[in-house]
Structure formats: structure tokens, C-alpha cells
């Protein structure tokens, strides 16, 4: 550390080092190379940024002697000399970090002006206004960024001195105001220091340079890692850029501007910026005067724009990436401030994606590694219109769980909801937590707001499921159900208002804000074809109705991984039938309730299994515990109270029935409880008219010539002999629907992996099983003892705010923990079966980074929900891409070992 090299001219600076340089100093140091005009300056490397907090917030001790060699090598190089009072050399120290944190960090211009200096500026630029608005500007940055001083004194001086000379804007100040401000703005400072304030440029570039690696911990900084989970091994520590001033504001000769190398906002190959002439950066910011879009440059400064537009060129053909970036000229003379790759949405992305392939430009293989997969999220559903919802203020925010823009009438009741949908009328579905028994209102509802619950939570899943846009864990949103109204910090909101819910980030609106509709050009598609040929990974669906099967076939699922048989339950015609079973007290009676929902399950297995025709579909049997579909126990005994309020005595008798059976059923830990395969094995005639139902839907649709390729899931197994058990009756059962059919039934039998056991004893599992299935929902709750339903609600936001976890584990897979256990289960089963199927088809089977893991571990395939199928095969395709370039170096040196 003590040798190493601190400070680098950008000529010797590395441009592909951001860790090292920052992404604006290995932008400069990489123009400087290419030979564009970068004004001279050096980088001061992140390291020293984090040596200063090492050693208690101090420069290392020799650096600023490192710093005047450099400022003396500029000075040779320009001519201009720090202090001069003939020929000013000044600077400005600019923040820049690995990753862009756009106007997080301080940046100080015109620096090294002082009493003397600036007399050299005002002759040497024959601009004596100019040189004292440069001075004037420089003391209130640097009085704000390095003595901390409120900005609101600097900004009461200025307005006094306009008021003063009676003018409107700064920029009509005369000289002797500018005088009279600077000597204001050096007593507000040295009021504040009770010193004088530092003439020396010397000391002041010092405390600049503090200021900047200070302004790397400052709270606007530390916000926004926070916010885009900018890690320290993404980023740590701000480099100094230390660059000679230019200025666009010396006349008409001079200008300053931003362009993008091609549009952002379609990715049309064409400049796209604006310019300002004879103005600072700042102008433009400050929007005191309006930049003029950069074609008007060809007509105002043609020699300018056609560098402009060479540079544009060059540095697309060098980085093979559409580049934002920041130039000046001054009086006549075209400089490069900075270049980065541009951000630009998800239709600009794809775009220049498929584009720059077509212009041999990129591979395709860079062409699908530039694109973030939860960026097409954009262009899956409806969103929200940012630029008109800046005037709907939210008024309370969620957890996103479901993506999509929906507006809607507010509604508390699930009956109500049922009812409004029926006649045409938008909902919005708004409770503390949704059970199974509250989906017939999914169906009718056009967005669901929970206060309860996390991103795995019933709510959550069923959302996403439907593709229905959903926020949960509102915790902020107090819901009064009696009172018909919800109440959120300063506003209370009655049922039937009107809100907009925003599941891509968790907001709510009042009112109807304007939204986009979605869009699936050509070029989405191409990005899809040529990601789906890259990848390795299946990918299918979870998916419980037809239609939502032939969304996924159509974004590209081969399959369905999970079919979660309690929804068709729900289904309206369905769940009085399910309570008539639960209410059952005899395995008689049972029967004859569960033979009619045999009926009616077969149907839809085969309207699913036909949708999804030539590829396999997972059927799980039923899994939640039976009293989920039965109401809750309080609002039972409301319901009593106002029955009895009525006097309908035939009613009440049925009520108490269902609230002694809601009772007799309650659990006290339902997710550990009487669910999944302990359902099968108690109540055996359930799953028993589940397999009837599939065997006979798969019997008939061979009849009728179909393809279908049915699986029967078990869910919740946590030892070999649960699945025995399940096994033999579903052998019993396929046998005689052969006979009865008179064919032969090719149905995998396989098991959920979501308890902690079952994947210890996966061996044991292989051996009675044709596949498995990670349900990383439970497994993750298993494995952290984190209950799915409250966490995301309560403690974990402050866990991830504290650092103790990094990630939300329900949402992105847990690689140390749950991953751990997912390997010794893959490796137990494939001991057993090498060749076993094996998949996962928790929430993480949709997620980007959980999709590198899987991809690594081997697993077959991933299945997420029907809108998440794009983003998941660009996500394995990149990972199949990544797994490939970290290959390369070890074949290199296996075979010089050789
Ligand atoms: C799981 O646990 O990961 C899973 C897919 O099942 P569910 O979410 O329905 O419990
Ligand atoms: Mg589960």
C-alpha cells in the first residue's frame, strides 16, 4: 500500500480500471488515449479515498507534494500557471465513483480564483464580468461543499444585489454588483470559519479534495447505494478528478452541452442533446436559459458539430455502447468533460441492442448481455406515466409484488369485489392479508393493495400468478374494514374512491394517473430468439388456469413447472363445493362431495394440459391447510352478530357450523402445519380424486389425440415414507384408469424439495420419485426460520438497512444458506438418478441473479410466473453466456499444464 501509485495523469490512467479510477476518470483517461481533446488533469485513485477513512478522515501525508508535481506538469502543459495574476491556471475537482451516482457526491469548479487570480482571469479573458461571476460562483460552491454552509445565505445575498441594481436574472448582474456579492459571499464565509477565507490555491484544492472523499459518506450518497444496493465490491470510494477549467460562457464562440450517441428514449440512431452557447454547465441546470437541441449546433458553430458528431462516432466504435456525454467549447476550441455508457429504458436498450448487431458493431452474444432482465419488466405491463404522475404525489408505499399500473375503485370486501366485477366496474381489491378463500375477488379485481405480507405472501403469489398488479406489506395503511376506510399519514381514503396502485415500486396514488400501455416490438422478439438459443436452462411457467398457461406459451414457456391445484378451488363455482367437503364429518359424505369436484377438476386439467400441449406440466396436489378456505374466524362471528341483528335463524345455524369447523381447524402455525402431503396422507380420498382427475384428463386427451404430459407433484415431504404412501395410491389409481381407458399412462411421479428434511434424505427421495422440485419459498422460510407472510412486513426492511442481510431472501435465492441445501439435495438425488429432472418453482425461479445460481447448480429448469418468462430466458441465456467467458482462461492454462 505504502508504494503504491496514488495519483495518475489521464494519459497513464487505465480506462477499463472503474474500481481504480472511477467511471469518470477511466472515461477521461481512456478519451485521453484515444487522442480526443480532454483538458490535462489527473485522477486521484479510489484507494487514497479509502486510505483518508482508514487513518480517521486525514489525507495521506505526502499527498498534496504529489499533487503540486502534478499541478506544476499542468501548469508546463498549459501555460497557465496556479496563482497567476497573468494567466490563471484553474481548476475543478469532480467526484467519481465505480458507479455512476448522478449528483450524489460534491464537485467544485473555478477553483483556485482568489483576490489576485481573478484580476488575471478578468484580463486575460478581456471579460471582466466573467471573471467575477466565475469568483462569485466558485465561493458559494466551495462554501457550501467544503465549510458545509447553508446555501439559502449565499442565495439571500444574491437576490439582495438584484434587488439592488433592479434586475431580474443573475445573469444581467454587472460587474461592480458581482464585486459587491463576492465581498458578501467571503464574510458569509469567514463569519462561519471566524478565519480568513484560504487564498492559497494550494490549500484550497486540499480542502476540495477533502471535501469530495468526505461527500463519498455523505447522506445523499449512502441513500442512494443503499437504494441501488451499490455494494462495496461494485464500488468502494470516490476517486478526485482534478481537471483544467474550460469555459463555454466566452462568448459567442463558446457553449457548453450533454448528448446522448443515440436517442435514449427509442435507441433511434441519431445524436440526441442539447447545447447552450456561451454559458456553463450550470446554466443549463438551473434552467435559466433554454438549450437549444443539439441539430440547431450545425447551424450556429458547423465546425463544432462536426467534431461533435466525429467524437460521437469514435467513441461508439471504441466502447460498442451508446454514450452520454459532456463537452465545452471555449472560444472556438472543443473540448471532451466526460463519457459513460448511456442509460437509457428498456425500448432504447433492446433497440440499440438489435441495431449496433445489425451494424456488426457487437455480438449477439454482447448484444443480450447489455440488457438487465427486470428491465423488460417496462415492457410487459402497463405502467405508470412517470413524467404525468409527477402531479399525483403518492400517498403511501408498499412492497411491489406484482408489476403493472392499475387504477380502480377502492373495495374492502371480497363479496363486493366479486359483485362490482361482475358489473364491468374496476377494483381494486384492499385488505390486510388475502387467504385462498379470497381469490374469486383476484379474479374480479384489476390490482390488489395488502397492509400485511411480503413478496412470497398469498397475496403476492396470486397477484402474480393472474398478472395482476399488486402491493403488499403497506404497513403505513391503516385499514378499518367496520368503518369502511383505510388511513395513511394525513388523508383517510373511503371505499369507492378512486386510486392508482403502482406494482412495479410499490406506490399508491389518489385518482386516475395516466399510464403507458405495454409494448412488444420486433426487436423484443428478436432479443427473445436469440436468447432462447443461448440458453441451457428450461424454462417454464407457474400456472394455474388455461389462459395464464397460454400466456407463458406465448412469451416462451416450454411447460408448466407448477400448477397449484387449490386455485381451481377458488374458482367461484368451485369453492362452495370445497366448503361442502371440509364441512364433511363422514368419509362417505366426503366422497360424495369430492366426486363432483372431480368432474370439475378434470376439466380444467385437460383445458391446461391441452394449452400447453408437446411440453410437461407439474400438478401439484393440494397443498394450503383446509381452514384457509373457509372464512375467517372473526369475520364469522360479524357475520353471526348482524345475522342475528336480521333474525334468519336457517342462516345462522349454517354460520356457527362453519365458525365451530373454522375452529376445530385453526392452527396456531398454519405453514407448519396440517398442509401438503400430511393433507393426503389424513384425508387420503382428497389427493386420491386429485390423481383420479389427472390420470383420467391425461386418459382422455390420449384418446382425443393431444399431446399432454401430465406430472403429479407432492408438496411438503419431509420423508420417504409420506411419499410411499402417496405412491402407492397414485400406482393403484393409474392402473385402474388404464384399464378403464384401455391405454397406457406415461405420468411422472415426483416430489416438492421445500422442507428442510426432505432434501437432507433427497437420496432416499430419488428413489420413488422421477423428478424433483425446489420450492424455494418454504425452503427459505425453513432455512432462515423466517415466517414468508410477516417478515417482509416487519423486521426485514431494517435488517437489509442495517446490513445484516443484503438481499430480501424470498426475493433473490440465498446462495449460502438455501443454496447450500439445494446442492447437497442435487447431489444426493443425482447419486441415486443421475439423470433425474430436477427444477425449482419458488419465486426465485423468476429472479435474475437466483437464475445464475440454478444455472450453475445444474438444475434443469426454472419455472416462474407466466409475466416473468422473458425476463427469465434472457436471465439464463446470461448466465449460459457468463458460465461460458469465465471457461475460457481455465482452458488456456489447463492446456499449458498439459
Ligand atoms: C414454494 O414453497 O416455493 C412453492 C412454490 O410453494 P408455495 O409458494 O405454493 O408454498
Ligand atoms: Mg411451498
Same mark, same amino acid.
Given at each position: 500500500?505504502?508504494?503504491?501509485?496514488?495519483?495518475?495523469?489521464?494519459?497513464?490512467?487505465?480506462?477499463?480500471?472503474?474500481?481504480?479510477?472511477?467511471?469518470?476518470?477511466?472515461?477521461?483517461?481512456?478519451?485521453?488515449?484515444?487522442?480526443? %481533446?480532454?483538458?490535462?488533469?489527473?485522477?486521484?485513485?479510489?484507494?487514497?479515498?479509502?486510505?483518508?477513512?482508514?487513518?480517521?478522515?486525514?489525507?495521506?501525508?505526502?499527498?498534496?507534494?504529489?499533487?503540486?508535481?502534478?499541478?506544476?506538469?499542468?501548469?508546463?502543459?498549459?501555460?497557465?500557471?496556479?496563482?497567476?495574476?497573468?494567466?490563471?491556471?484553474?481548476?475543478?475537482?469532480?467526484?467519481?465513483?465505480?458507479?455512476?451516482?448522478?449528483?450524489?457526491?460534491?464537485?467544485?469548479?473555478?477553483?483556485?480564483?482568489?483576490?489576485?487570480?481573478?484580476?488575471?482571469?478578468?484580463?486575460?479573458?478581456?471579460?471582466?464580468?466573467?471573471?467575477?461571476?466565475?469568483?462569485?460562483?466558485?465561493?458559494?460552491?466551495?462554501?457550501?461543499?467544503?465549510?458545509?454552509?447553508?446555501?439559502?445565505?449565499?442565495?439571500?445575498?444574491?437576490?439582495?444585489?438584484?434587488?439592488?441594481?433592479?434586475?431580474?436574472?443573475?445573469?444581467?448582474?454587472?460587474?461592480?454588483?458581482?464585486?459587491?456579492?463576492?465581498?458578501?459571499?467571503?464574510?458569509?464565509?469567514?463569519?462561519?470559519?471566524?478565519?480568513?477565507?484560504?487564498?492559497?490555491?494550494?490549500?484550497?484544492?486540499?480542502?476540495?479534495?477533502?471535501?469530495?472523499?468526505?461527500?463519498?459518506?455523505?447522506?445523499?450518497?449512502?441513500?442512494?447505494?443503499?437504494?441501488?444496493?451499490?455494494?462495496?465490491?461494485?464500488?468502494?470510494?470516490?476517486?478526485?478528478?482534478?481537471?483544467?477549467?474550460?469555459?463555454?460562457?466566452?462568448?459567442?464562440?463558446?457553449?457548453?452541452?450533454?448528448?446522448?450517441?443515440?436517442? %435514449?428514449?427509442?435507441?433511434?440512431?441519431?445524436?440526441?442533446?442539447?447545447?447552450?452557447?456561451?454559458?456553463?454547465?450550470?446554466?443549463?441546470?438551473?434552467?435559466?436559459?433554454?438549450?437549444?437541441?443539439?441539430?440547431?449546433?450545425?447551424?450556429?458553430?458547423?465546425?463544432?458539430?462536426?467534431?461533435?458528431?466525429?467524437?460521437?462516432?469514435?467513441?461508439?466504435?471504441?466502447?460498442?455502447?451508446?454514450?452520454?456525454?459532456?463537452?465545452?467549447?471555449?472560444?472556438?476550441?472543443?473540448?471532451?468533460?466526460?463519457?459513460?455508457?448511456?442509460?437509457?429504458?428498456?425500448?432504447?436498450?433492446?433497440?440499440?441492442?438489435?441495431?449496433?448487431?445489425?451494424?456488426?458493431?457487437?455480438?449477439?452474444?454482447?448484444?443480450?448481455?447489455?440488457?438487465?432482465?427486470?428491465?423488460?419488466?417496462?415492457?410487459?405491463?402497463?405502467?405508470?406515466?412517470?413524467?404525468?404522475?409527477?402531479?399525483?404525489?403518492?400517498?403511501?408505499?408498499?412492497?411491489?409484488?406484482?408489476?403493472?399500473?392499475?387504477?380502480?375503485?377502492?373495495?374492502?370486501?371480497?363479496?363486493?369485489?366479486?359483485?362490482?366485477?361482475?358489473?364491468?366496474?374496476?377494483?381494486?381489491?384492499?385488505?390486510?392479508?388475502?387467504?385462498?378463500?379470497?381469490?374469486?375477488?383476484?379474479?374480479?379485481?384489476?390490482?390488489?393493495?395488502?397492509?400485511?405480507?411480503?413478496?412470497?405472501?398469498?397475496?403476492?403469489?396470486?397477484?402474480?400468478?393472474?398478472?395482476?398488479?399488486?402491493?403488499?406489506?403497506?404497513?403505513?395503511?391503516?385499514?378499518?374494514?367496520?368503518?369502511?376506510?383505510?388511513?395513511?399519514?394525513?388523508?383517510?381514503?373511503?371505499?369507492?374512491?378512486?386510486?392508482?396502485?403502482?406494482?412495479?415500486?410499490?406506490?399508491?396514488?389518489?385518482?386516475?394517473?395516466?399510464?403507458?400501455?405495454?409494448?412488444?416490438?420486433?426487436?423484443?422478439?428478436?432479443?427473445?430468439?436469440?436468447?432462447?438459443?443461448?440458453?441451457?436452462?428450461?424454462?417454464?411457467?407457474?400456472?394455474?388456469?388455461?389462459?395464464?398457461?397460454?400466456?407463458?406459451?406465448?412469451?416462451?414457456?416450454?411447460?408448466?413447472?407448477?400448477?397449484?391445484?387449490?386455485?381451481?378451488?377458488?374458482?367461484?363455482?368451485?369453492?362452495?363445493?370445497?366448503?361442502?367437503?371440509?364441512?364433511?364429518?363422514?368419509?362417505?359424505?366426503?366422497?360424495?362431495?369430492?366426486?363432483?369436484?372431480?368432474?370439475?377438476?378434470?376439466?380444467?386439467?385437460?383445458?391446461?394440459?391441452?394449452?400447453?400441449?408437446?411440453?410437461?406440466?407439474?400438478?401439484?396436489?393440494?397443498?394450503?391447510?383446509?381452514?384457509?378456505?373457509?372464512?375467517?374466524?372473526?369475520?364469522?362471528?360479524?357475520?353471526?352478530?348482524?345475522?342475528?341483528?336480521?333474525?334468519?335463524?336457517?342462516?345462522?345455524?349454517?354460520?356457527?357450523?362453519?365458525?365451530?369447523?373454522?375452529?376445530?381447524?385453526?392452527?396456531?402455525?398454519?405453514?407448519?402445519?396440517?398442509?401438503?402431503?400430511?393433507?393426503?396422507?389424513?384425508? %387420503?380420498?382428497?389427493?386420491?380424486?386429485?390423481?383420479?382427475?389427472?390420470?383420467?384428463?391425461?386418459?382422455?386427451?390420449?384418446?382425443?389425440?393431444?399431446?399432454?404430459?401430465?406430472?403429479?407433484?407432492?408438496?411438503?415431504?419431509?420423508?420417504?415414507?409420506?411419499?410411499?404412501?402417496?405412491?402407492?395410491?397414485?400406482?393403484?389409481?393409474?392402473?385402474?384408469?388404464?384399464?378403464?381407458?384401455?391405454?397406457?399412462?406415461?405420468?411422472?411421479?415426483?416430489?416438492?424439495?421445500?422442507?428442510?428434511?426432505?432434501?437432507?434424505?433427497?437420496?432416499?427421495?430419488?428413489?420413488?420419485?422421477?423428478?424433483?422440485?425446489?420450492?424455494?419459498?418454504?425452503?427459505?422460510?425453513?432455512?432462515?426460520?423466517?415466517?414468508?407472510?410477516?417478515?417482509?412486513?416487519?423486521?426485514?426492511?431494517?435488517?437489509?438497512?442495517?446490513?445484516?442481510?443484503?438481499?430480501?431472501?424470498?426475493?433473490?435465492?440465498?446462495?449460502?444458506?438455501?443454496?447450500?441445501?439445494?446442492?447437497?439435495?442435487?447431489?444426493?438425488?443425482?447419486?441415486?438418478?443421475?439423470?433425474?429432472?430436477?427444477?425449482?418453482?419458488?419465486?426465485?425461479?423468476?429472479?435474475?441473479?437466483?437464475?445464475?445460481?440454478?444455472?450453475?447448480?445444474?438444475?434443469?429448469?426454472?419455472?416462474?410466473?407466466?409475466?416473468?418468462?422473458?425476463?427469465?430466458?434472457?436471465?439464463?441465456?446470461?448466465?449460459?453466456?457468463?458460465?461460458?467467458?469465465?471457461?475460457? %482462461?481455465?482452458?488456456?492454462?489447463?492446456?499449458?499444464?498439459?
Amino acid at each position: 500500500m505504502r508504494n503504491m501509485k496514488s495519483i495518475y495523469f489521464f494519459n497513464e490512467g487505465d480506462g477499463n480500471n472503474k474500481k481504480l479510477f472511477g467511471g469518470k476518470g477511466a472515461g477521461l483517461a481512456e478519451m485521453t488515449r484515444l487522442g480526443l %481533446p480532454v483538458p490535462p488533469g489527473f485522477t486521484i485513485t479510489t484507494e487514497v479515498c479509502n486510505m483518508y477513512y482508514a487513518s480517521g478522515k486525514k489525507l495521506p501525508r505526502n499527498l498534496m507534494n504529489k499533487v503540486k508535481k502534478k499541478i506544476v506538469k499542468i501548469e508546463k502543459k498549459t501555460g497557465k500557471k496556479f496563482g497567476s495574476i497573468e494567466n490563471p491556471l484553474l481548476v475543478s475537482v469532480r467526484s467519481g465513483a465505480a458507479i455512476s451516482m448522478p449528483g450524489m457526491m460534491d464537485t467544485i469548479l473555478n477553483l483556485g480564483l482568489n483576490n489576485k487570480t481573478v484580476i488575471g482571469l478578468a484580463k486575460k479573458s478581456n471579460n471582466p464580468r466573467f471573471a467575477w461571476d466565475s469568483y462569485r460562483r466558485f465561493l458559494q460552491l466551495f462554501g457550501k461543499v467544503v465549510f458545509g454552509i447553508d446555501d439559502k445565505k449565499f442565495e439571500q445575498a444574491l437576490e439582495r444585489a438584484k434587488h439592488a441594481q433592479n434586475v431580474q436574472a443573475d445573469s444581467d448582474l454587472n460587474e461592480e454588483s458581482l464585486q459587491k456579492i463576492v465581498l458578501e459571499y467571503k464574510t458569509i464565509c469567514e463569519n462561519h470559519l471566524g478565519k480568513p477565507f484560504p487564498e492559497d490555491p494550494y490549500k484550497q484544492l486540499e480542502l476540495a479534495i477533502e471535501a469530495v472523499f468526505r461527500s463519498w459518506m455523505g447522506e445523499r450518497a449512502l441513500v442512494y447505494r443503499e437504494k441501488y444496493k451499490i455494494t462495496k465490491d461494485i464500488a468502494n470510494g470516490t476517486a478526485v478528478n482534478v481537471v483544467t477549467m474550460v469555459f463555454g460562457n466566452m462568448g459567442n464562440d463558446s457553449a457548453t452541452g450533454v448528448v446522448f450517441t443515440r436517442n %435514449p428514449g427509442d435507441g433511434t440512431r441519431k445524436v440526441f442533446g442539447e447545447y447552450l452557447v456561451n454559458a456553463q454547465g450550470e446554466d443549463v441546470v438551473a434552467g435559466i436559459r433554454t438549450p437549444q437541441p443539439i441539430d440547431n449546433l450545425a447551424r450556429e458553430l458547423p465546425k463544432t458539430y462536426t467534431q461533435l458528431m466525429k467524437t460521437c462516432e469514435k467513441l461508439e466504435r471504441h466502447y460498442k455502447e451508446p454514450q452520454d456525454i459532456e463537452f465545452t467549447v471555449e472560444q472556438g476550441k472543443f473540448y471532451m468533460l466526460q463519457t459513460r455508457s448511456a442509460k437509457m429504458n428498456a425500448i432504447g436498450m433492446i433497440k440499440t441492442s438489435v441495431d449496433m448487431v445489425k451494424e456488426k458493431l457487437i455480438s449477439r452474444d454482447r448484444a443480450i448481455l447489455r440488457l438487465q432482465p427486470e428491465q423488460l419488466d417496462q415492457l410487459l405491463h402497463k405502467t405508470i406515466d412517470t413524467v404525468a404522475a409527477k402531479n399525483y404525489p403518492s400517498i403511501v408505499k408498499g412492497i411491489a409484488a406484482s408489476p403493472g399500473a392499475a387504477t380502480g375503485i377502492v373495495v374492502f370486501d371480497v363479496k363486493k369485489a366479486v359483485q362490482f366485477g361482475d358489473e364491468g366496474v374496476k377494483v381494486i381489491l384492499v385488505r390486510e392479508e388475502t387467504k385462498p378463500e379470497d381469490v374469486p375477488a383476484f379474479f374480479a379485481s384489476v390490482g390488489i393493495l395488502t397492509s400485511r405480507g411480503g413478496k412470497t405472501s398469498h397475496a403476492a403469489v396470486v397477484a402474480r400468478g393472474m398478472g395482476k398488479p399488486g402491493i403488499v406489506g403497506c404497513s403505513d395503511m391503516k385499514i378499518d374494514y367496520a368503518a369502511k376506510k383505510f388511513q395513511v399519514e394525513g388523508k383517510t381514503v373511503l371505499e369507492g374512491e378512486v386510486i392508482t396502485i403502482d406494482g412495479s415500486d410499490g406506490n399508491v396514488f389518489l385518482g386516475e394517473v395516466p399510464t403507458i400501455e405495454p409494448k412488444l416490438t420486433d426487436d423484443f422478439r428478436t432479443i427473445l430468439n436469440w436468447a432462447e438459443k443461448t440458453k441451457r436452462l428450461g424454462i417454464r411457467a407457474n400456472a394455474d388456469t388455461p389462459e395464464a398457461a397460454k400466456l407463458a406459451r406465448e412469451y416462451g414457456a416450454k411447460g408448466i413447472g407448477l400448477c397449484r391445484t387449490e386455485r381451481m378451488f377458488n374458482a367461484r363455482d368451485r369453492l362452495g363445493l370445497f366448503v361442502d367437503m371440509i364441512m364433511t364429518r363422514t368419509i362417505e359424505e366426503r366422497k360424495a362431495v369430492l366426486e363432483k369436484l372431480m368432474v370439475l377438476q378434470k376439466s380444467d386439467f385437460k383445458e391446461i394440459l391441452t394449452a400447453m400441449k408437446g411440453y410437461h406440466v407439474t400438478i401439484r396436489l393440494l397443498d394450503p391447510p383446509l381452514h384457509e378456505f373457509l372464512p375467517n374466524i372473526e369475520e364469522l362471528i360479524n357475520r353471526i352478530h348482524s345475522l342475528e341483528k336480521q333474525n334468519t335463524s336457517s342462516e345462522i345455524d349454517a354460520t356457527k357450523r362453519i365458525l365451530d369447523r373454522a375452529r376445530e381447524l385453526a392452527e396456531i402455525n398454519p405453514m407448519m402445519g396440517h398442509r401438503g402431503v400430511r393433507i393426503g396422507i389424513t384425508f %387420503p380420498e382428497i389427493y386420491e380424486m386429485q390423481i383420479r382427475a389427472i390420470c383420467e384428463a391425461a386418459a382422455e386427451l390420449v384418446k382425443e389425440k393431444v399431446d399432454a404430459h401430465a406430472q403429479i407433484m407432492i408438496p411438503q415431504v419431509g420423508s420417504v415414507t409420506e411419499l410411499i404412501q402417496i405412491k402407492k395410491i397414485y400406482d393403484q389409481i393409474k392402473s385402474s384408469v388404464e384399464s378403464k381407458y384401455e391405454i397406457k399412462l406415461k405420468i411422472n411421479f415426483g416430489t416438492m424439495l421445500e422442507v428442510v428434511r426432505g432434501c437432507l434424505t433427497a437420496d432416499e427421495m430419488a428413489k420413488v420419485t422421477e423428478f424433483f422440485s425446489f420450492g424455494t419459498n418454504d425452503l427459505t422460510q425453513a432455512v432462515f426460520s423466517f415466517s414468508r407472510e410477516d417478515v417482509e412486513g416487519k423486521f426485514l426492511p431494517e435488517y437489509i438497512e442495517k446490513e445484516i442481510l443484503v438481499e430480501n431472501p424470498f426475493q433473490s435465492l440465498d446462495v449460502n444458506g438455501v443454496g447450500s441445501l439445494m446442492q447437497i439435495a442435487i447431489a444426493k438425488g443425482k447419486s441415486v438418478k443421475p439423470n433425474l429432472e430436477i427444477g425449482i418453482c419458488g419465486e426465485h425461479g423468476g429472479d435474475p441473479i437466483s437464475i445464475k445460481f440454478c444455472h450453475k447448480a445444474g438444475l434443469s429448469y426454472v419455472s416462474a410466473s407466466s409475466h416473468r418468462i422473458p425476463i427469465a430466458i434472457l436471465a439464463a441465456a446470461q448466465a449460459a453466456l457468463l458460465e461460458k467467458s469465465e471457461r475460457k %482462461p481455465k482452458t488456456k492454462k489447463s492446456k499449458k499444464k498439459k
